[in-house]
Every structure is written in C-alpha cells, then in structure tokens.
C-alpha cells in the first residue's frame, strides 16, 4: 500500500494518525467537562 | 544561496513580534504566580501549542529527521508514541491529576509538586539538583544546535550567534516569566506548523505522489550503504532487522528512550498546571496531538525520502550526499531542493523551534533554583521551619544565573558530550523522576520512602550504564575508559541497550519494594499501637 510493504510501518502511520482523530474527538467531547462531571 | 537581506527582514519581523509578545508577558506578571505559572489561567490553545513547542525542539527536526534518513520510516513509531504517550496519556491519564494536585497543594513548580505530594524536602531538593545539573547540558545542546545552524546558512559568528539567541531568549523569559514563554510559544508554534506544512507538500511536488515517491524509494533498497545494511538495515520503507543492532538502536533508544521519556519532563508537566481547570486541558489536546502529527510525522516521512531526492540528483544516497554527518542532510536538502522563499520559512522554523525549547529550559531551570533551590537554603540559613515564600526577584535572578551557566557550558564543553545530551536528560528525567511521579498522581497514600528508593536507584543505575556501558555516552564521557581502559564493560548487544530500558525497571523494582517495606512497617506499627491501646 502506498508503495510501502513493511506492515510495521503501515501500522505506525495507522496509529499516529488514529491517535490524532482519538486527540481530537476526545478534545470535542470533553470540551465543557468539568472535574465535578468526570 | 538565499537571498540573505530577504532573511534578515524575515528575521527582523519574527524577533519583533517575540519581544512584543514577551512584553505582553511581561505587563501581566505582577507576582510570583504569574512568572511561575503563568497565573494558572492560560488559554487552551496557548497551552496546547506552547506543550507541542516546548516539546519539539531543533533536534527533532533535524537531528532526528537526518536519523529517519539514515534508518528510515521505523520512526514513525517515535511519532506515534509522541501522540499517544506524549499528548494523549500525558494530558489526560498524567495533566488532569497534575493540575489537581498542584492547585490543591498550592505547587509552583516540578520539584516542589514532588517535595510536597511525598511531604519530603528532600524530594524537592533533590528533584532540584537533577534538573539543576542534567538541564544546563540540555539547554547548552539546543543552544549550540540553533547557533551552528545560524553559522552556516548565513556565516554569522558561532559565539556571537550564541550570544544573540541567549540574550533575546533570555530578555523575555527573565522580564515576561511564563507568560511571555506560552505567548511567544504559541507563535513559534504556528511558524512551525506552516514550515512543516509546507515541506511535506513541496516534497511531494517534488518526487511525485506518495505512493510513486514511496515506491522509489524502495527501489533504492540495493544502493543502500553496506554499513547499513551489515547493522541490520533492510529498506528505508521497512523496519530493520529484529533484533540487529539498527533494531535495537531504533527501537530502545529512540522510539522508547524520546517517546516515554516525555512523561516527566519537568518543562512539559509545569505546562499542564498552567490551566484553569480540566476543560482548558481537553480543549488544548487537540491542538497538541494535530501539532505533533504535523510536525513529527512529516519530518519522519519527508527524512527519508532525502534519499531518492539526492539519488535522482547526485546519484548518492543521503548520508553520503551530507558526507556522513546526519545531521546537516534536513538542512542540505532544505537548501538543495527548496525555493529560496522556503529555505527562508525554514530558517524560521529551526530558530522558532530552538527558542521555543530553551525558554522553556531556561524558565524551568530558573524556577527551580530562584525557588525551589534558594527557598530551601533561606530556610536552612534561619533555621525555620516554615515554608519561605516564592519571591519573583529570586527567580528572576536564577533564571539569569541558569542562562549564564548554560551558555558557558555551551562554549566550553565538547560538543561530542552536547550532542547527547538531549537523549540523556530524557533518559534520566524518565529514570529518576517518572516512577515516583506517578505514585505520587495515583497513589492515596504515597510513599517518600518508596520515592526516594525510585528516585536514587533510578538515577544511579542510568548513571552507571550511561557512564559504563552505553557505548555512544561512555565513549564521549570518557569515565569507564580512564578506570578500566575500555569505552564500555560489557560486550555487545548490551552496548547498544538504551540506559533507561536498565535504569526504567530498577527505579519501579525500588518503588515497589519501598512501597511494600512502608505498608508493611505501617501494619506492624498500627498492630503494635493497637495491642499496646488495648493493654492501656
């Protein structure tokens, strides 16, 4: 896939970019948590 | 060759719009809060830029991206674990707590969060008096790395190049506090953002569609050097042999060693004590985690494919291009490849990257002595036992005294010692300091006894293998070589062996058995008490 065979590095670039969309899903979702809400 | 009066003006702007910035800092520190935590109300966004620019510094960017040249795409994992260790747990498993504790236990600084958490001076002291003397080496690095990159793309002296960067860095970090260090971070943030941006797509103009470009380059498997491929490197598009010493290297000193190595920086955890409340926490992570991805992840992806643009330009492959030094392949590609409006951009993205680092090294490294270090000395001089009350003169005062040591040490230290002294401060941060941290977060009833254990032990078995077994430290401290003739004591694979993949499980073996020994010592106390309570 995108000329890259290594499976190991597929995965990495995988994760760093879901990591990203988790970073910013979470900072929407708990953009007006309080500790009181937690 | 880059038009150098166009750079200037550039320049000119940047250094401008800092000193503005760190005056803005400066107006709205009026006490020791505000220089030390920015008056714990920092905008979200400002905490979140000023996280990702404190946390990647010029030799992210080019020291490691010449690595990703050399070892290949591997390192992408470094940015997946700067993401997910180094924003998402640091945030939200590590940030929330932190800023919970240090507003309750009133906490201004690192070592003072960890000296009143295990209610121990000697944690606080003793935290102080690592970073005192792991972080100048660390601020000489980044200081001697901004500086040579001056040197050579404009021919301005080294020593005066050092100069000026000091003393601008140094204007608005001892007059702004923290204030101005988050401003002037969140600007050199966006530069940075923009630079990087722009590298990835220019690159891909360049050599085509990533997955054009990406198949070239694994098309340039069999020109890879022999020195390479004998250490265990197979393609720029796939991780090394597992197992090899390339593996070993990549996988335990720079994937493990800089991605968790984060977590107890005492410059990145005073940032997540700058915020209002939890919220302003959540809202900064995905500013933070985009930045890391925009930045890491780029210069990882763009450090590599330097091989197939020197290939189809020179017939060399990268590191021979840059004549061995890996270092100067981001800065020659730069310059080879780039439009002169972009190597301009990029000059300003190196130096923003270099001051956002240092202030933050240099505030830290002020705070800690003008407080943590000076408060503990008046205490002992007028034998009280109260707690000395911050004072901003103090600190302004140990900021200077740090910076002053940091820029003597870049002068005269070899830079063989400089070069690794990033890798070393995160090493011991994350040895000494990471196991007791997170005890001290988590636990209801901490241990000093168990922190202490974790903090001694762990900075002592770093010492110990950096000094005598890690080759690439030992051979440039030269300790092991003058008391036993040899560069490391044990042969390899061990030399390669990252000191905190020792270190790390030593300081959380000394941790639990400290716990174990207080809780059990506590139970035979309360079983003692009791009895002696039920035989009054």
């Given at each position: 896939m995108f000329g890259i065979d290594d499976p190991w590095i597929l995965t990495g670039y995988g994760l760093a970019i879901g990591l990203t969309i988790i970073c910013i899903i979470y900072g929407w979702w708990k953009r007006n948590e309080t500790e009181g809400d937690e | 060759m880059v038009d150098t009066l166009t750079f200037w003006v550039f320049a000119a702007i940047y250094i401008a719009m800092t000193l503005v910035l760190g005056y803005m800092g400066y107006k709205k520190t009026k006490a020791s809060?505000?220089?030390?935590?920015?008056?714990?109300?920092?905008?979200?966004?400002?905490?979140?830029?000023?996280?990702?620019?404190?946390?990647?510094?010029?030799?992210?960017?080019?020291?490691?991206?010449?690595?990703?040249?050399?070892y290949g795409m591997g390192l992408i994992w470094l940015a997946m674990l700067n993401i997910g260790v180094g924003v998402l747990l640091a945030f939200i498993i590590f940030g929330k707590r932190t800023r919970q504790l240090g507003q309750k236990l009133k906490a201004l600084t690192f070592p003072d969060l960890m000296g009143k958490r295990f209610e121990s001076p000697f944690m606080q002291y003793a935290s102080a008096v690592i970073i005192l003397i792991a972080m100048p080496l660390y601020a000489a690095a980044v200081l001697i790395g901004g500086s040579r990159f001056v040197e050579t793309t404009l021919g301005v002296n080294f020593t005066i190049a050092l100069l000026a960067f000091a003393v601008i860095t140094a204007a608005y970090v001892i007059f702004g506090g923290l204030i101005a260090v988050m401003y002037t971070d969140a600007m050199q943030a966006v530069i940075m953002l923009i630079g990087m941006v722009a590298l990835l797509f220019l690159t891909f103009n360049l050599l085509g569609d990533p997955t054009t470009a990406f198949t070239n380059l694994s098309n340039l498997s069999p020109h890879m050097p022999a020195s390479l491929v004998s250490k265990g490197m197979i393609s720029w598009t796939a991780m090394p042999e597992f197992g090899s010493e390339i593996w070993l290297t990549l996988v335990t000193t720079i994937i493990m060693g800089v991605g968790i190595g984060v977590l107890a920086q005492p410059q990145l955890?005073?940032?997540?004590?700058?915020?209002?409340?939890?919220?302003?926490?959540?809202?900064?992570i995905p500013i933070g985690g985009l930045f890391i991805?925009?930045?890491?992840?780029?210069?990882?992806?763009?450090?590599?494919?330097?091989?197939?643009?020197?290939?189809?330009?020179?017939?060399?492959?990268?590191?021979?291009?840059?004549?061995?030094?890996?270092?100067?392949?981001?800065?020659?590609?730069?310059?080879?490849?780039?439009?002169?409006?972009?190597?301009?951009?990029?000059?300003?993205?190196?130096?923003?990257?270099?001051?956002?680092?240092?202030?933050?090294?240099?505030?830290?490294?002020?705070?800690?002595?003008?407080?943590?270090?000076?408060?503990?000395?008046?205490?002992?001089?007028?034998?009280?036992?109260?707690?000395?009350?911050?004072?901003?003169?103090?600190?302004?005062?140990?900021?200077?005294?740090m910076i002053v040591i940091s820029v003597a040490l870049a002068l005269v230290m070899p830079e063989s010692i400089i070069a690794r002294a990033t890798a070393m401060f995160m090493g011991l941060c994350a040895c000494a300091f990471l196991p007791a941290f997170v005890h001290g977060l988590f636990s209801k009833r901490p241990s000093a006894l168990a922190a202490k254990l974790s903090l001694g032990l762990g900075g002592a078995s770093w010492f110990l293998w950096t000094a005598f077994v890690h080759v690439k430290e030992s051979s440039v401290l030269g300790i092991s070589k003058f008391l036993f003739g040899t560069n490391a004591v044990l042969p390899m694979p061990w030399q390669v062996v990252d000191p905190m993949v020792i270190a790390l499980p030593i300081s959380i073996a000394a941790l639990l058995v400290g716990i174990w020994y207080d809780r059990a010592h506590t139970k035979d106390e309360a079983v003692i008490n009791g009895r002696a309570g039920t035989a009054e």
């Open positions: - | 809060e505000d220089f030390m935590l920015a008056g714990r109300k920092i905008h979200p966004w400002i905490i979140g830029l000023s996280y990702g620019a404190t946390f990647i510094s010029t030799s992210a960017i080019v020291g490691f991206g010449g690595i990703s040249a050399l955890v005073v940032r997540f004590m700058t915020a209002k409340d939890s919220r302003a926490l959540s809202r900064a991805l925009l930045t890491t992840g780029v210069v990882y992806t763009v450090g590599p494919l330097t091989n197939l643009y020197f290939w189809n330009t020179q017939g060399k492959v990268a590191i021979d291009a840059a004549s061995g030094n890996a270092d100067t392949i981001i800065p020659l590609y730069i310059n080879s490849a780039m439009p002169d409006l972009f190597v301009i951009i990029f000059m300003l993205v190196l130096l923003a990257a270099a001051m956002s680092t240092l202030s933050a090294i240099f505030h830290a490294m002020g705070t800690t002595s003008g407080f943590d270090l000076w408060s503990h000395i008046k205490r002992v001089r007028s034998k009280g036992a109260e707690p000395i009350a911050p004072s901003l003169k103090a600190n302004k005062v140990g900021t200077l005294i």
